[in-house]
């Protein structure tokens, strides 16, 4: 029998997913491609079809004359089930034909009948060491001669525990998992390694060459992929291009997507303190404002889809919320009872029909009709809508439950192992157990608080369970609640992503795409997998658009010298018609320093100042063209006046006008662009007062995407600033007081 091409014909796989399964099956059977140190990678966005990937790649892996694949998942228990259950689903009619097996290293026979060894084995390992350590056992002892058969190593969600590293001693070596890893291949020689995830870079950043002790012992095999295939994307699919650049699209539904989430909610929502959050007034107080929204909303929406599909004469599904603030048992318990609350008290209001209930109703409903209206999808009348929540609140129809252990997982999956929708309206508690891997079906409302300072990339893409394939009709009422700094955050990681894509879908990421970080002595390296922090990492993709957006401005009195002397030097250099004029890029730099000096230092990032003042250096300066190089233009226009809040509850991020950026983006064909907008910073407009000069950059068109750190960054010429002279000043005059003291 051939394996794939039934396989392919019972899953219906598209004529892209076929190709692309050809082209690694290719690449993995031609012993000069890949090499036990230089695997192949199967590179997918999030929830976006990976496992049917790699499951057709095995079969045709198994028509191509190889005997045994050995699939590594991440370490929980729960996911090696859903593998398991997933291979016999797809695999059924191979098994049920005795032509292939499939078990958990776990739980395989004592003892395989030659009947079985002769079949196409696979078997699911989990990345840790017990489950390692018996799959080593099996190939050294159990079953020697598998160490002289062809095996297809397939390691799921490859970025994690694979290439993970430790001290010891002093002395930096892999850890536990990926050293027996390691082990394995160097166990089987007659064995190919196919690395799986969406989150490359740390793959991208290994070593090419092994890594050997003092003594000459190989003491890391490098998994930096040899070849890279891009999954085909479901037509469905559903990612970051909407949900952080349609966002920003007041005529696409996927403007009304966010939700920011208040300091106070998201500190209050930590742990039980009455000073806070008291239970008993969950939907009068200040601090559940947005989350008691968040609720009924969910309701609202999953009641206006059930609507939508029953007049469709389709069946009417079930809704999911997911809740993903923090790690800890304790505040998962503490997040459990606040939401407890929250349901019952709507459920006391609903049956009263107070004005209290109809009020939270009626916001959610204005909400989700702003969105549903741009779609033109129909809108049930407000009063069906809450029947069906009063409905659902007083039967029991909503359903809340924490998953952050093991066994709450094994309980919750269904049979295709995604998370098990009980009722019409469910609700789950969690934390990092919820990320790779698990499903959550027809999630349509996603509260989310990591915090901002510790956001990295391949974690918080993990965890965006809003990813995947998903009904166009259910956009619309989706929302996604989360502290402002940790959304803006979550915009850069998703550029990003998006930007090293790009790069490999062109090639560039062998050619053009540049990590810079300076060292001491001045010399650009890669940046190391230590450095795949998001606050030590940005991206920049060529005509991308840069600039602040949530930040505060000092005082009037503390800034109105700083303005004044501004002011005066762009009246001198800038028109007044918004002409462009040429700078050098350390002219540039200084300017961009001096706008942000008018600037409160705590309210936007730490290192964004520093980032985008090393985008306008390093565009500036490998400008293709000799008149360009190491030149901005300005281009400058006052008088203008936008509120800091926008009436969505958003902080304004537009200062430019379409007409301004398409006239920025026809001038930066090859050198960077910095424009630069006078506003007024009434306080009728949410500002402080202070009028201030707000910076926007254009990246060049022809450029290749960038990826660098702010690590010793000591190339890029700054002016120093007051915030940085200050902490200087102050320890001088510290000093000259203690010598008075002493005198």
Same mark, same amino acid.
């Given at each position: 029998?051939?394996?794939? =091409?039934?396989?392919?014909?019972?899953?219906?796989?598209?004529?892209?997913?076929?190709?692309?399964?050809?082209? &690694?099956?290719?690449?993995?059977?031609?012993? =000069?491609?890949?090499? &036990?140190?230089?695997?192949? *990678?199967?590179?997918?966005? *999030?929830?976006?079809?990976?496992?049917?990937?790699?499951?057709?790649?095995?079969? @045709?892996?198994?028509?191509?004359?190889?005997?045994?694949?050995?699939?590594?998942?991440?370490?929980? $228990?729960?996911?090696?089930?859903?593998?398991?259950?997933?291979?016999?689903?797809?695999?059924?009619?191979?098994? !049920?034909?005795?032509?292939?097996?499939?078990?958990?290293?776990?739980?395989?026979?004592?003892?395989?009948?030659?009947?079985?060894?002769? !079949?196409?084995?696979?078997?699911?390992?989990?990345?840790?060491?017990?489950?390692?350590?018996?799959?080593? #056992?099996?190939?050294?002892?159990? /079953?020697?001669?598998? $160490?002289?058969?062809?095996?297809?190593?397939?390691?799921? #969600?490859?970025?994690?525990?694979? &290439?993970?590293?430790?001290?010891?001693?002093?002395?930096?070596?892999?850890?536990?998992?990926?050293?027996?890893?390691?082990?394995?291949?160097?166990?089987?020689?007659?064995?190919?390694?196919?690395?799986?995830?969406?989150?490359?870079?740390?793959?991208?950043?290994?070593?090419?060459?092994?890594?050997?002790?003092?003594?000459?012992?190989?003491?890391?095999?490098?998994?930096?992929?040899?070849?890279?295939?891009?999954?085909?994307?479901?037509?469905?699919?559903?990612?970051?291009?909407?949900?952080?650049?349609?966002?920003?699209?007041?005529?696409?539904?996927?403007?009304?997507?966010?939700?920011?989430?208040?300091?106070?909610?998201?500190?209050?929502?930590?742990?039980?303190?009455?000073?806070?959050?008291?239970?008993?007034?969950?939907?009068?107080?200040?601090?559940?404002?947005?989350?008691?929204?968040?609720?009924?909303?969910?309701?609202?929406?999953?009641?206006? @889809?059930?609507?939508?599909?029953?007049?469709?004469?389709?069946?009417?599904?079930?809704?999911?919320?997911?809740?993903?603030?923090?790690?800890?048992?304790?505040?998962?318990?503490?997040?459990?009872?606040?939401?407890?609350?929250?349901?019952?008290?709507?459920?006391?209001?609903?049956?009263?029909?107070?004005?209290?209930?109809?009020?939270?109703?009626?916001?959610?409903?204005?909400?989700?009709?702003?969105?549903?209206?741009?779609?033109?999808?129909?809108?049930?009348?407000?009063?069906?809508?809450?029947?069906?929540?009063?409905?659902?609140?007083?039967?029991?129809?909503?359903?809340?439950?924490?998953?952050?252990?093991?066994?709450?997982?094994?309980?919750?999956?269904?049979?295709?192992?995604?998370? $098990?929708?009980?009722? %019409?309206?469910?609700?789950?508690?969690?934390?990092?157990?919820?990320?790779?891997?698990?499903?959550?079906?027809?999630?349509?409302?996603?509260?989310?608080?990591?915090?901002?300072?510790?956001?990295?990339?391949?974690?918080?893409?993990?965890?965006?369970?809003? /990813?995947?394939?998903?009904?166009?009709?259910?956009?619309?009422?989706?929302?996604?609640?989360?502290?402002?700094?940790?959304?803006?955050?979550?915009?850069?990681?998703?550029?990003?992503?998006?930007?090293?894509?790009?790069?490999?879908?062109?090639?560039?990421?062998?050619?053009? +795409?540049?990590?810079? !970080?300076?060292? %001491?002595?001045?010399?650009?390296?890669?940046?190391?997998?230590?450095?795949?922090?998001?606050?030590?990492?940005?991206?920049?993709?060529?005509?991308?658009?840069?600039?602040?957006?949530?930040?505060?401005?000092?005082?009037?009195?503390?800034?109105?010298? $700083?303005?004044?002397?501004?002011?005066?030097?762009?009246?001198?250099?800038?028109?007044?018609?918004?002409?462009?004029?040429?700078?050098?890029?350390?002219?540039?730099?200084?300017?961009?320093?001096?706008? /942000?000096?008018?600037?409160?230092?705590?309210?936007?990032?730490?290192?964004?100042?520093? =980032?985008?003042?090393?985008?306008?250096?390093?565009?500036?300066?490998?400008?293709?063209?000799?008149?360009?190089?190491?030149?901005?233009?300005?281009?400058?226009?006052?008088?203008?006046?936008?509120?800091?809040?926008?009436?969505?509850? @958003?902080?304004?991020?537009? %200062?430019?006008?379409?007409?301004?950026?398409?006239?920025?983006?026809?001038?930066?064909?090859?050198?960077? +662009?910095?424009?630069?907008?006078?506003?007024?910073?009434?306080?009728?407009?949410?500002?402080?007062?202070? %009028?201030?000069?707000?910076?926007?950059?254009?990246?060049?068109?022809?450029?290749?995407? &960038?990826?660098?750190?702010?690590?010793?960054?000591?190339?890029?010429?700054? +002016?120093?600033?007051?915030?940085?002279?200050?902490?200087?000043?102050?320890?001088?005059?510290?000093?000259?007081?203690?010598?008075?003291?002493?005198?």
């Amino acid at each position: 029998m051939n394996f794939y =091409d039934t396989l392919a014909e019972t899953r219906k796989d598209s004529s892209e997913l076929r190709a692309s399964v050809e082209r &690694v099956a290719e690449l993995l059977d031609r012993p =000069d491609t890949t090499t &036990v140190s230089r695997p192949g *990678i199967l590179l997918g966005k *999030i929830q976006s079809g990976k496992t049917r990937g790699f499951l057709g790649i095995i079969a @045709r892996a198994f028509d191509r004359g190889f005997d045994m694949s050995i699939i590594l998942t991440k370490g929980t $228990k729960s996911l090696a089930q859903q593998t398991v259950a997933r291979l016999n689903q797809d695999y059924r009619q191979f098994i !049920q034909a005795d032509q292939m097996k499939v078990f958990d290293i776990m739980n395989m026979p004592a003892n395989l009948a030659g009947y079985e060894l002769r !079949q196409k084995l696979i078997i699911v390992v989990k990345k840790e060491d017990d489950n390692l350590r018996r799959l080593l #056992e099996a190939f050294r002892t159990t /079953y020697p001669n598998w $160490k002289d058969k062809r095996v297809l190593i397939v390691d799921d #969600e490859a970025d994690y525990a694979s &290439v993970t590293f430790r001290k010891k001693n002093g002395n930096t070596g892999p850890g536990v998992v990926a050293a027996m890893i390691d082990e394995l291949q160097r166990l089987v020689p007659k064995s190919d390694y196919l690395q799986v995830t969406a989150t490359p870079y740390a793959l991208y950043l290994q070593p090419e060459d092994e890594i050997v002790s003092a003594s000459g012992e190989q003491i890391f095999l490098p998994k930096r992929p040899a070849f890279t295939e891009l999954l085909p994307v479901h037509p469905a699919y559903v990612g970051g291009e909407y949900y952080f650049e349609l966002a920003q699209d007041p005529e696409s539904p996927a403007y009304y997507f966010y939700r920011p989430v208040p300091d106070r909610e998201r500190e209050a929502l930590k742990r039980p303190d009455g000073r806070r959050m008291n239970l008993k007034d969950v939907l009068t107080q200040n601090s559940t404002e947005v989350i008691r929204e968040a609720f009924m909303t969910f309701l609202v929406g999953g009641a206006i @889809r059930r609507w939508q599909e029953k007049a469709a004469g389709k069946p009417e599904p079930k809704y999911s919320f997911l809740f993903h603030t923090e790690t800890s048992m304790k505040s998962h318990q503490w997040q459990e009872s606040v939401l407890s609350a929250i349901n019952k008290d709507f459920t006391e209001e609903a049956s009263q029909d107070s004005s209290l209930f109809n009020r939270i109703l009626n916001l959610a409903m204005d909400d989700l009709r702003r969105s549903l209206e741009l779609e033109s999808l129909p809108i049930p009348p407000q009063e069906v809508v809450k029947e069906d929540i009063r409905k659902a609140l007083m039967e029991g129809s909503v359903v809340i439950s924490r998953v952050n252990s093991e066994n709450d997982v094994d309980q919750l999956l269904d049979e295709e192992g995604q998370l $098990k929708l009980r009722t %019409p309206f469910n609700v789950f508690i969690g934390g990092q157990i919820l990320d790779r891997g698990i499903t959550i079906a027809n999630l349509i409302g996603f509260y989310y608080g990591r915090s901002p300072k510790r956001l990295q990339q391949d974690t918080v893409l993990q965890h965006c369970r809003m /990813y995947g394939a998903r009904p166009k009709p259910d956009l619309p009422v989706t929302r996604f609640y989360a502290p402002q700094l940790v959304y803006e955050a979550m915009c850069k990681i998703h550029q990003f992503d998006t930007g090293l894509r790009e790069a490999f879908e062109s090639g560039a990421h062998d050619k053009g +795409v540049y990590f810079i !970080q300076r060292d %001491p002595k001045g010399r650009v390296i890669p940046c190391s997998p230590n450095k795949l922090g998001f606050s030590d990492l940005n991206a920049v993709r060529p005509g991308s658009r840069i600039l602040s957006s949530g930040f505060e401005t000092v005082a009037r009195t503390a800034g109105e010298r $700083k303005l004044r002397q501004l002011d005066a030097s762009l009246d001198a250099l800038c028109p007044a018609d918004g002409a462009p004029v040429t700078v050098s890029s350390e002219e540039a730099i200084e300017i961009l320093n001096r706008c /942000y000096d008018l600037l409160d230092p705590s309210s936007y990032p730490e290192s964004e100042r520093t =980032d985008y003042a090393a985008a306008i250096h390093h565009f500036a300066r490998l400008c293709r063209t000799d008149i360009d190089r190491d030149r901005v233009r300005i281009l400058a226009w006052r008088n203008r006046s936008l509120v800091r809040i926008r009436e969505s509850g @958003r902080f304004s991020n537009a %200062p430019d006008t379409k007409q301004q950026q398409d006239l920025a983006h026809a001038l930066a064909q090859d050198a960077p +662009v910095m424009l630069l907008f006078r506003q007024d910073g009434t306080l009728e407009l949410g500002w402080k007062g202070l %009028p201030f000069w707000w910076p926007v950059i254009i990246t060049p068109l022809n450029s290749a995407p &960038v990826i660098f750190a702010d690590a010793e960054r000591s190339d890029i010429p700054a +002016v120093p600033t007051d915030t940085q002279r200050r902490p200087r000043k102050r320890a001088q005059t510290k000093k000259r007081g203690a010598k008075r003291k002493r005198a």
